[in-house]
Every structure is written in structure tokens, then in C-alpha cells.
């Protein structure tokens, strides 16, 4: 016949649809795709509209840490989001189960691009049960962005620095664990439009993300990991944006399907209680395997730390933001 | 109210490629739209956008994707599951999650097979240099094949024959119903045997078409009425009005409805606004005529997403055709505004509508504005060069 090279996609049309099919089981993105685009919004747990999150103490859970995992979910990281929504759930039993926190708990959000998403920031509650699991597939893998190479993860560092009350911080003074998943920039400014309509706050000014970031480091040790089989991975401007902003605390990690391991072992440095070698023998015990040598790769340059040290300033520097 | 506040239903006034795809993007990103609607064609339309860098060459899904915008497949629409998987694959690539996900199609569409695309390729090649201009992915056959309904073997039906003994045409909704499915694609099979065989066997068609129906959604009633009460819709016609199947030069025409009457129907009456898109000068595909065709235009503006088909036949381009502008218009029953395209396009001319030779066009903007409002204005596919005015509507005002 000689025309019909489109036949030897027979296989690959089966794929497609199946996959497809696959994505379905995750049932909120599914039904909120079944509807119009106008009628997408955050399920109403993970809606950051006039909300506050908080993380207090409790008669069984006396020492509160929180561990906040905020991930991109633009189509820039293609599967990576849906990679980690099926393996996040279980970071909360790996940090217990190794003795690296007593008493963690978890919040999951998603972040989007706030020029041209309709759902551009989820951000759920913290949780130390399997509630955790109900947030990650509630939250909506719009896949939308706006491909500029930037989304609003300024937008999202905004709502942890002014929206969340932790005890670790009122009653101890002690930060809070705050992971940034993405592969792109910050936007040049967060615009004070965004924050009305997403946030709610009756902000009249831009602000220059890098105050935010500031504000941010005052209660929380922030870290930007970005995964590969995202757009960006070998994109050098990713890597100095992010450097310039956190300093070491930005990480590269072969394999995102070890995000979980990443930010466990990453946990287990900063509070002193393992060290590299420990951390990956770890995740060994554990049956992270495969998963180790990418943490251990993407952990070199935090494990040559001594003492805990972070690049951007400490609680005596500049807390005002900065409005331009 | 502005024009373009309620429905848009988005028609080519030229022989297709007048930047409809880009128009129908421009509009979806331009104000919160429910779903855009396809009224006509199938897997041959090749609508070109770019935003934000991303560039995809949309078919069965609709120009609005990138907008975020869902698509529904209305029954006017020839689906073909393949093709179908191909683009959502390209629509991976090109950074949208799930594409598929994104799509419902009415039960009611009929089914483009390998067996009609055989067909039709075995017919356009035995015509040789009569060649209509076919894209060669089964669209007419798939219409003709379903307005055989107890036609006898030997008859001429829209001036082909007959070939075998015909069965009613698969549908979608057959794709979920896989004895039904089964039966008429044996039918079909047998009826196409003497023209064409195509590699695939019924059992893995059967197989692969139930995996289709498992990954979209097929509706059933009146899906575009319950979207439309939902809110804003763009409908999105393929082809072009001059290539319309009662309104085209036969032979040279698309066995479509591509004048805005389908998504009228569909709209059972609501009120909407007719958009007629046009590039300041005339494109074509393939055989037919192009009155106003020249060499220099062709040479002047170079195409970045158009070439040659293997099927299609060469890339044409003509001075703009006053009449034919106007012949367009009306076959529409006329339009409520115009999208104008290619306005980067220098040293443009046009033939006036007395048949008089081309002359100069300086300000092709007025030209057009001077018959009718001009609500979106473009260049190439780019979505950066594309504005949507707040447009007035004539009627309404």
C-alpha cells in the first residue's frame, strides 16, 4: 500500500488510550476535567482562598514539626507530578519509622502559574494520619502553565510566610521544613492581583519575590528540588535562580520517584540525626533501594555541611516585604 | 454587548488554512470559555497554533487546548481513534497533561476506519491526474459510506458505485458495544474487499476501539445544548466555506458542512455571533480553481506549517477575490464579523469584485472593515499576534 505508515501506530493508539484510562483512577482531576474549564477550582480542603493552615501540638503529638511539600503540577513537569502523588503518601511513615522527627506532620499543595491557570495554588492541612493520602488525590493536576519558564511558586512561598501558624515556631522557636518540587523561575514579581484573587488579602502593591523569600526563611528551611523528566532539568538558569534564592538548599534529584526518600534523608541531615551514609543505609533498610543513589547524588552538596547553615538570612535579617 | 461575549461559531471563508485554529486559541484565551465544539470534518483538519512557544497542529482536538479549554466532538464530526491517539501523544509532547482527558465526543459521530481510509486512497490513486485534492484520511468515504443505508451492489450512490453490499456505519457509540461493533465492521470489511485491505484485522480493530471508548467520554443527547447552558462556547469549523459540500466548486470540495448551518443546529437557537475568519490574501490546497492565483503571492509569503501533501497536492496562494469574499459570505447566510489573518503580509492586491485586474491594497484593515465589523485581527499562528476587539454587533446595536 506504501501510504499506510499511520497502521504501525495500531500498538501505540492502545497505549495512549490505556494510559489514559490509567489517569482516571486519580478521580478528582478526572471529574473536575469531565466538567467545563470555568467550573475548575481547588477542591474545598485544599482551596488557599482566606485560609490559614496550622500545625499545633497535641496531647499525642507533644512536638510538632512541619513539613510542608508544595509541587508544581504545570505541564512542564509532564508525569512528575503524578509520579509523586502516588509515592508522597508515604514520606509521613518514613520519617517515624526512622526516628527523625517525632512527631511530623505533613502538608501537601500544588502550584500552578497564576497568569493562566484557573487552580494556579492548592494548599491542603497538615496532617499526621492517612489523610494525607485523601489530600495528594484531591489535588488537581491542572497541567495547564503558562510557559514562560516561570510559575508562581512566589505566590505559594507568599501563603506559607503569612498563612500558616506552627507551635514548633510560637512555643520553640524551631523552623519548619518547607519543599518547593519544580522545574521553572519564579515570576518577576508577585503581583498584588494574584493575592486578591487567589489568597484573598487586600494586598494594593507588587511585591519583589526575593523579600518573600526572606520573609519565608524566617520560619521555615526552604528547599527547591528539581526533578528530572521535567522540562528544565539541565537548564543552567533553573539552577542559578534557585541557588541565588536558597543558596545550597536547592537540589537536583535524578529520579523523582525518590522525592519522598529526598526529603526524608534531607530531614534526617539537617536535624543532626544521621549522616549521609547513614541516611542512605537507611533508605535501604527501608526498601529504597533503587531510590538511595539518586537522593545520595542530590544530597552531596548538603552533606558536606557540618552544621546546619542555610544561605539565606537568618531571623535577624530583613523581614519587611518589599514592595516595588 | 460585545460580539464576542456569547457563543462564537469561528468559519474559514476561504479554501481552509485562513488561521482559523489561531482565532479560535485567540478567543479561548481571551475570556473563560466552556468548551469549544467541533461541527464538521474530521481527522483532516490541520489547525496551526503557537503560544508561548508551544506549537501544535491541531486535528480532532480543538485550537483551544492550549487555552485549557476542553473539546467536544459534536455528531457532526468524523472521529478516527488513531489519528486521535497520535495527537494526544503530540499534545503530551507539547506539555499538555492527560490531553485525552480533556475530550468528550458524541455517541452519534460516525467512525473514520482503516477501511474507509484504504478506500480512499485506492480511489484518489486510480484517478491520477483528476485528483480532487484529497487529504487521503477517509473523510469522504466515511460520509458516503454512511448514506448507503439499503443500497443494492451495482447502484450509483453520489456518483460512485456501489462496490458490495453496505451495512449501517459504526458509530462511537458502537466503540463501547463491541457485538455491535464487531458485526458492522465485518460488514464493512466485506464491502471494501474488492478496493482496499487494510492490515488490521476486525478482532484488533475491536480490541483497540473499546480501549477508545474507555478513554474519552461519549455522550449521548444534547451534550453542546447542556455545555452551552453552562456557558461560553467557541464552535470550530474545519475547512473552508469555499470548499463546502453544497456551496463548493465540485468536484473539488470537502464532503462537510462548513458553513456555520451545523453549529446553528447544534445551538438549537441560541443566540451566537458568526465569525468569519479570512487572510488578507487566497490559500489553497490541491486541485481546483483559484481565480486569482499568482505566483508572486506565493512566492511573497513562504509558509512555516503548510507544504505540499502527499495526497493533497501543492500549497497555492492567490491575490484576495472580492468575489469570491462575497460568494463566502452569503453561503454563510452571512457572517456578524470578520477575523482578519496574515496581516503581516506587505505589498498585498485584490481583484475587486467586477472582475476588473488586481489592484493595490495599502490598508488592508480598512478594506475589511469597510463590509463588515473586524472583531479579531492576526498575523501568523502566533497567539502573541492576534488581538480580539470588543467588536459591536451591527444587528444588536
Known amino acids: 500500500m506504501g501510504h499506510g505508515h499511520w497502521d504501525d501506530n495500531a500498538y501505540a493508539a492502545a497505549k495512549t488510550f490505556r494510559a489514559a484510562k490509567g489517569e482516571d483512577d486519580f478521580g478528582y482531576s478526572a471529574d473536575l476535567r469531565a466538567k467545563p474549564a470555568k467550573d475548575w477550582k481547588a477542591a474545598a480542603a485544599l482551596d488557599p482562598k482566606n485560609a490559614v493552615r496550622e500545625c499545633r501540638d497535641s496531647a499525642d503529638h507533644t512536638d510538632s514539626t512541619p513539613i510542608a511539600v508544595l509541587f508544581d503540577v504545570t505541564g512542564s513537569m509532564r508525569r512528575v507530578p503524578r509520579i509523586m502523588q502516588g509515592k508522597l503518601g508515604k514520606l509521613h511513615g518514613l520519617l517515624k519509622r526512622r526516628g527523625y522527627l517525632a512527631d511530623p506532620q505533613v502538608l501537601f499543595g500544588a502550584i500552578g502559574d497564576a497568569d493562566s491557570d484557573r487552580v494556579p495554588l492548592q494548599i491542603g492541612q497538615f496532617e499526621s494520619d492517612n489523610r494525607m493520602d485523601e489530600q495528594l488525590r484531591t489535588i488537581f493536576l491542572e497541567g495547564g502553565g503558562g510557559g514562560q519558564k516561570s510559575e508562581s511558586y512566589e505566590l505559594a512561598a507568599y501563603f506559607m510566610a503569612r498563612h500558616v ?20 523561575l519564579n515570576k518577576p514579581a508577585l503581583e498584588a492581583r494574584h493575592i486578591r484573587r487567589v489568597i484573598g488579602d487586600d494586598v494594593r502593591e507588587d511585591i519583589d519575590p526575593a523579600s518573600v523569600y526572606r520573609e519565608l526563611a524566617r520560619k521555615w528551611n526552604v528547599y527547591f528540588v528539581l526533578p528530572n523528566q521535567s522540562s528544565y532539568y539541565n537548564d543552567p538558569e533553573i539552577g542559578e535562580h534557585w541557588s541565588g534564592l536558597l543558596g545550597q538548599n536547592f537540589l537536583k534529584l535524578d529520579d523523582p520517584g525518590a522525592v519522598c526518600e529526598l526529603i526524608a534523608a534531607t530531614i534526617g541531615l539537617e536535624e543532626q540525626v544521621v549522616d549521609v551514609d547513614r541516611a542512605l543505609a537507611d533508605l535501604a533498610d527501608v526498601g529504597s533501594v533503587a531510590e538511595s543513589a539518586a537522593v545520595g547524588k542530590a544530597l552531596a552538596k548538603l552533606g558536606t555541611k557540618t552544621v546546619v547553615t542555610s544561605a539565606v538570612p537568618e531571623p535577624g535579617g530583613p523581614s519587611d516585604v518589599v514592595l516595588r | ?112 476506519t482503516p477501511f474507509h481510509i484504504h478506500a480512499n486512497r485506492a480511489r484518489e490513486e486510480a484517478r491520477g ?158 486541485a481546483g480553481p483559484l481565480p486569482t492565483e499568482s505566483a508572486s503571492v506565493l512566492a511573497r509569503f513562504p509558509e512555516a506549517h503548510n507544504d505540499t501533501g502527499e495526497f493533497q497536492g501543492a500549497w497555492r496562494a492567490g491575490h484576495l477575490d472580492e468575489a469570491l469574499l462575497d460568494y463566502a459570505i452569503a453561503a454563510c447566510d452571512g457572517v456578524d464579523a470578520l477575523a482578519v489573518t496574515h496581516l503581516d503580509a506587505a505589498g498585498l492586491r485584490v481583484v475587486p469584485g467586477d472582475g476588473s485586474p488586481a489592484v493595490d491594497l495599502p490598508d488592508p484593515l480598512a478594506w475589511f472593515a469597510a463590509r463588515l465589523p473586524v472583531a479579531v485581527t492576526g498575523s501568523g499562528p502566533d497567539r502573541a499576534g492576534y488581538r480580539v476587539a470588543e467588536a459591536r454587533s451591527r444587528i444588536n446595536a
Open chain 1, 165 to 184: 501558624v506552627t507551635d514548633a515556631w510560637r512555643e520553640r522557636g524551631r523552623k519548619g521544613y518547607l519543599f518547593l518540587i519544580g522545574d521553572e
Open chain 2, 1 to 112: 454587548m460585545s460580539l464576542l461575549d456569547g457563543h462564537v461559531v469561528v468559519v474559514g471563508l476561504g479554501f481552509g488554512d485562513e488561521g482559523k485554529g489561531a482565532v479560535v486559541d485567540a478567543l479561548c484565551a481571551d475570556r473563560p470559555t466552556t468548551a469549544v465544539v467541533r461541527f464538521n470534518g474530521g481527522a483532516q483538519a490541520a489547525h496551526n497554533v503557537v503560544a508561548h512557544g508551544r506549537h501544535h497542529t491541531f486535528s480532532q482536538f480543538g485550537a483551544g487546548t492550549f487555552a485549557g479549554v476542553p473539546t467536544h466532538l459534536s455528531r457532526f464530526v468524523l472521529v478516527e481513534p488513531f489519528a486521535l491517539a497520535a495527537e494526544a501523544r503530540r499534545l503530551e509532547t507539547a506539555g499538555v497533561r492527560n490531553p485525552l482527558s480533556l475530550l468528550s465526543v458524541d455517541g452519534r459521530a460516525l467512525l473514520t
Open chain 2, 129 to 286: 491526474a483528476e485528483r480532487h485534492g484529497s487529504c487521503g484520511k477517509g473523510i469522504g468515504e466515511t460520509v458516503w459510506y454512511s448514506l448507503l443505508s439499503g443500497a443494492l451492489p451495482g447502484e450509483v450512490v453520489e456518483n460512485q458505485e456501489v462496490i458490495g453490499t453496505p451495512g449501517e456505519a459504526p458509530t462511537v457509540a458502537d466503540c463501547a458495544r463491541p457485538s455491535v461493533l464487531r458485526r458492522k465492521l465485518d460488514t464493512l470489511a466485506r464491502f471494501y474487499a474488492p478496493l482496499a485491505v487494510p492490515r488490521h484485522g476486525v478482532d484488533e480493530l475491536v480490541t483497540l476501539y473499546r480501549a477508545f471508548a474507555d478513554a474519552v467520554r461519549i455522550t449521548d443527547g444534547d451534550e453542546t445544548g447542556r455545555l452551552a447552558a453552562a456557558g461560553r462556547l467557541v464552535f470550530e469549523g474545519a475547512q473552508g466555506v469555499l470548499l463546502d459540500q453544497h456551496h463548493g466548486f465540485h468536484p473539488h470540495t470537502t464532503w462537510s458542512t462548513t458553513t456555520p448551518h451545523n453549529a446553528r443546529d447544534l445551538l438549537g437557537g441560541r443566540p451566537h455571533a458568526v465569525l468569519g475568519v479570512t487572510r488578507t490574501y487566497l490559500t489553497r490546497h490541491g
